[in-house]
């Protein structure tokens, strides 16, 4: 299994731009989520979604839409890029109500 | 909001050493989890501990949790170079939608030397 992929790894936007954050995992997991990481701070939920066309808003969600079509994908877009948005993005999926396995991250910069 | 909160932030200790970090969170909870992360990648879950347990062992791992105090703590016994890393706590603090959100806490970041 790959687990749960994320592409790209690095990315630079202008402000204003939009860009999709790919996210995938061949686990069948039915539950994923979308984190930020800022400097020095844990990770905060931006958006999750417990199966193929349910999704709800996190902690942290203006800026951001998701979309579940397939069990397997969990695209991130952002609607127009803000220097807010500079920060590294993960991407998990969990089987349950327990422990959640994470991707490698997406470090993103706008300037 | 962050519910968990670790402590300390920084820790640096020699091989050999054991290393504990704390944390405190503000609601009640179904479980609580550790994750450990290297620098520049993604988080990897160590322990998962829930609500009607108060001690879990795992390798070199030993985590408590006191429901009472709303606290939990991690030690890594032995430690060695390889546990260098930032550590951090997570709650799930919100059940909506059929999801178990989880909260984290800011980490510590605990460096062992050889």
């Known amino acids: 299994n790959a687990g749960v992929t994320q592409t790209p790894k690095f990315q630079v936007l202008k402000t204003g731009q939009s860009m999709t954050l790919q996210c995938a995992q061949d686990?069948?997991?039915?539950?994923m989520s979308w984190y930020r990481q800022d400097p020095g701070m844990g990770l905060r939920l931006i958006h999750y979604?417990?199966?193929?066309?349910?999704?709800d808003q996190g902690e942290v969600p203006n800026g951001y839409n998701v979309s579940r079509s397939t069990t397997e994908d969990f695209p991130l877009r952002l609607l127009s890029a803000a220097p807010s948005q500079t920060s590294v993005y993960f991407c998990?999926?969990?089987?349950?109500?327990?422990?959640?396995?994470f991707g490698p991250g997406t470090r993103l910069t706008v300037t | 909001s962050q519910q968990g909160e670790e402590d300390p932030q920084a820790l640096s200790i020699q091989e050999g050493e054991n290393a504990t970090m704390n944390c405190s969170y503000k609601t009640s909870i179904n479980n609580l989890q550790w994750y450990r992360q290297n620098s520049g990648r993604g988080l990897v879950h160590l322990i998962l501990i829930r609500s009607n347990e108060r001690e879990k062992h795992s390798g070199r791992l030993r985590v408590t949790l006191d429901t009472s105090k709303k606290s939990s703590s991690l030690l890594i016994t032995a430690s060695r170079a390889a546990d260098t890393a930032s550590y951090f706590c997570a709650t799930d603090a919100e059940f909506s939608g059929g999801y178990n959100k989880l909260i984290f806490g800011a980490g510590t970041r605990l460096a062992v030397h050889p």
């Open positions: 979604s417990v199966g193929a066309g349910i999704t």
């Open positions: 686990m069948n997991h039915e539950y």
């Open positions: 998990a999926s969990s089987p349950g109500q327990g422990r959640q396995y």
